[in-house]
């Protein structure tokens, strides 16, 4: 059984603020020893985990994903979490373990046995995140002081990795080189369009000749793309004729319209943003 308490106060350990709120967490007896099958896993597991750049992607709770905030208020290009197995100085609370989703800074102590991360002692600075960007950091704290079963999966040279908790909610990060995409090549999953999250399946590819694919959601598409510096001229799309539910019409109308004429892009480390004259957006996230 678990208890845990919090506590406030002074440290030079995470910088933004001198005044940060610290929890622990006091494990009761019961627990069992480790298994010879735990053991040998790990070495392994910890060597995949520590001492790289993990940027968070997202936090499933109650079964329900929550995307790692953009735009207003959120520190997007900031988010980043970072392992290193051991406990702080005595007296100092919070460990190099942490990071940042995108507001305050945070730092824990961990250790790595077998397939289980064990955060403890973890410490945060108190600055006021707004909106979405509070609400999301909330949610990954609450998944993210626990002890927690890692699992790492590499495709296509990137790898992710799945903290899960005991309650079975989860955090999805990926390793740094791989959220650096290239902008050609590279499958950009639609997350926005003018500000509305979308829940279809919509994508699209720029590739090396010049060209663009993907789908709207529910049709496909192919047509010209000419990227140059800072912009995308996208040709007249062709396009599938089915007809889909209205919800998922009105994306694919809205998308259509992003992927017209001239765009300007940003692409941050995983996210791409496309920007029409008329100040619309789409944000979409390398798969």
């Known amino acids: ?170 955090i999805t990060l990926r390793d740094g080189p791989a959220a650096t995409p290239p902008l050609k090549g590279t499958r950009w999953a639609v997350e926005t369009t003018a500000d509305t999250k979308t829940d279809t399946k919509a994508y699209l590819t720029l590739t090396g000749d010049n060209t663009v694919t993907g789908s709207l959601g529910c049709n496909t598409f192919h047509g010209k793309a000419t990227v140059r510096s800072g912009t995308i001229e996208f040709g007249r799309l062709a396009t599938t004729r089915m007809v889909c539910s209205g919800p998922v019409m009105k994306t694919e109308r809205e998308l259509t319209e992003i992927l017209s004429g001239k765009v300007s892009y940003q692409q941050e480390r995983d996210s791409l943003t496309l920007t029409t004259a008329a100040g619309e957006d789409l944000r979409a996230r390398a798969e």
């Open 1 to 170: 059984m678990k208890r845990t308490t919090c506590v406030k106060y002074a440290a030079a350990a995470l910088a933004g603020t001198a005044v940060l709120a610290a929890c622990g967490t006091e494990s009761g007896s019961g627990g069992g020893a480790v298994g010879e099958g735990e053991t040998k896993k790990a070495p392994a597991i910890a060597a995949a985990i520590a001492d790289t750049r993990w940027i968070p992607q997202k936090v499933t709770v109650d079964g329900k994903d929550h995307l790692l905030p953009e735009g207003k208020g959120s520190r997007h290009g900031e988010a980043e979490i970072t392992f290193k197995p051991g406990a702080a100085e005595p007296d100092i609370s919070g460990g190099d373990s942490g990071g940042s989703v995108g507001c305050n800074s945070f730092g824990a102590d961990s250790e790595i046995v077998g397939d289980t991360v064990k955060i403890s002692d973890l410490a945060m600075t108190t600055m006021g995140c707004p909106g979405p960007v509070g609400e999301f950091e909330e949610k990954f704290i609450g998944v993210f002081d626990n002890d927690l079963k890692a699992a790492i999966e590499e495709r296509d040279g990137a790898r992710t990795l799945t903290l899960t908790s005991p309650d079975g909610d989860s």
